[in-house]
């Protein structure tokens, strides 16, 4: 009765403060000079937004009754809520959905994740260099959520032949999986929306983003394995001890069958062709990114086709339309700070504020989405910050060093909190749930600080150093 008592004073306490903080920005908004709408979409905006981290199981209902207000008072009309709410990359994230689960079912996961055992002299150095690089490269190609999920699943099983403690492998492969999924368009999804918003295509993911992730998750390499020092001689004894991983790779190896070949060769393709993107919408004078989005629905049709029987399952159970609503509402929240010209204003300010300087706006963008992305979900936050760096387009700025900071700042701030990624959070359940292992704040968090500052100052160092990012 008593824990009853207590759980309803934290969820009035917490309601109270989502309430104040909200109408204090509407206050503190019409104060500074802004016009009714838009004070009222900062703070229905703030409201989503703090309701996304106060009440996390309830975002979905902030987004709804966010929405509706933004309706009813006449903040925006239904054709540009429509327009704001991205519908293309709610399309193009249910079409890789699809896919993904056609790797599921095909054992695909089950196979990449077998080859980290078939490692010959192994080594507890070699295994974080393994676990950390296919964490990483896993979350390029698919997103990171998938990826830790399987990562998680092969890092249990290893640790429990081995006998040691899995927490270490876990949260290495973790900080992976987050500076992995800045490194494409499909790692993760502020990835897409940051290139439908900015018309940067997968090439440029490739030729600017990703050589950057690398040398992140080199960075992080080094870091963790002075780290977790005392955990990777305990593991290299215990291997020592039973002389030889032989037995682990007959015991879990899994080889591909003819089902798991098929699915790897569309999703190649389906990567290729997402990869050619760029040149394709050039050779057909299409719009950047026209068929980045359409190839994921064109094979996804495809995939069904195929698997007919299986279809409505895929479309039902692989797809989180509960995250996909939530996005497309909160998209189109974001897209009314732009509507209203909240986001030009601010943006003028923030321009005044680094001294028309485009080094220290680079800084600001890059720690302010760093930092807020280790508290907030970083769609959440990106979604936030989006229309406000196209309010600096009109002030003749070159934005593209703001995306790329942006993006960098989403994926690896994510590191530095247990709540800061979804794949922390699922990384962490499935570990409490199969181990019944819980990790403290702390024993995540100075890890965590250390990885994504150091990450982070590698990537400011780069965004304004680097020539092709000018």
């Keep these: 009765m008593q824990n009853i008592s207590n759980t309803m004073k934290n969820f009035v306490f917490k309601l109270i403060l989502l309430i104040s903080i909200s109408t204090l920005l509407g206050f503190c908004s019409k104060a500074l000079g802004l016009n009714t709408h838009q004070a009222l979409s900062i703070a229905i905006f703030s409201v989503s937004i703090l309701g996304t981290l106060f009440f996390w199981e309830f975002r979905l209902s902030f987004a709804f009754l966010g929405a509706a207000v933004l309706l009813a008072t006449h903040t925006i009309d239904l054709d540009h809520l429509i327009k704001f709410s991205s519908l293309e990359i709610i399309l193009f994230l249910v079409g ?225 339309w509960w995250t996909l609503l939530f996005f497309l509402l909160l998209f189109a929240q974001a897209g009314t700070l732009k509507y209203t010209g909240a986001t030009d204003i601010l943006a003028k300010r923030l321009v005044g504020l680094a001294g028309n300087s485009l080094e220290v706006l680079i800084g600001i963008v890059l720690w302010v989405s760093t930092i807020g992305s280790s508290i907030l979900d970083n769609v959440v936050l990106v979604a936030a910050l989006t229309p406000v760096i196209q309010s600096f387009q009109g002030l003749n700025l070159n934005l593209q060093p703001l995306w790329w900071a942006l993006l960098f700042g989403g994926c690896l701030g994510g590191n530095i909190t247990l709540v800061g990624s979804t794949a922390n959070i699922v990384a962490l359940g499935i570990l409490e749930k199969e181990k019944n292992i819980h990790v403290n704040f702390f024993k995540w968090f100075w890890v965590g600080l250390i990885v994504g500052i150091t990450t982070t100052c590698v990537v400011w160092l780069a965004l304004i150093f680097l020539p092709f990012y000018k």
């Design 96 to 320: 890789m959905m699809v896919i993904i689960g056609l790797l599921k079912d095909a054992g695909f996961f089950a196979w990449i994740v077998s080859l980290i055992i078939r490692i010959r002299n192994l080594t507890a150095k070699k295994f974080v260099f393994s676990v950390a690089i296919i964490s990483a490269l896993l979350s390029c190609a698919i997103d990171e959520v998938t990826s830790i999920i399987f990562m998680v699943a092969a890092v249990l099983e290893i640790c429990d032949y081995f006998e040691v403690e899995p927490v270490p492998y876990i949260i290495i492969s973790v900080l992976a999986t987050n500076i992995g999924s800045a490194g494409t368009v499909l790692g993760n999804p502020i990835g897409i929306l940051i290139a439908t918003k900015s018309g940067l295509t997968f090439e440029d993911f490739i030729l600017k983003a990703f050589p950057v992730a690398m040398l992140c998750l080199l960075v992080m390499i080094f870091l963790v394995l002075f780290w977790y020092r005392h955990s990777l001689r305990k593991l290299d004894q215990k291997i020592k001890e039973l002389g030889s991983n032989e037995m682990l790779i007959r015991l879990i190896s899994v080889p591909p069958d003819r089902q798991t070949r098929t699915a790897l060769t569309i999703f190649a393709i389906t990567l290729l062709l997402i990869a050619s993107s760029h040149r394709l919408d050039i050779l057909w004078g299409l719009e950047n990114n026209t068929i980045l989005l359409i190839v994921p629905l064109v094979v996804a049709a495809l995939v069904m086709i195929w698997k007919h029987n299986k279809a409505r399952e895929f479309i039902e159970k692989d797809v989180e």
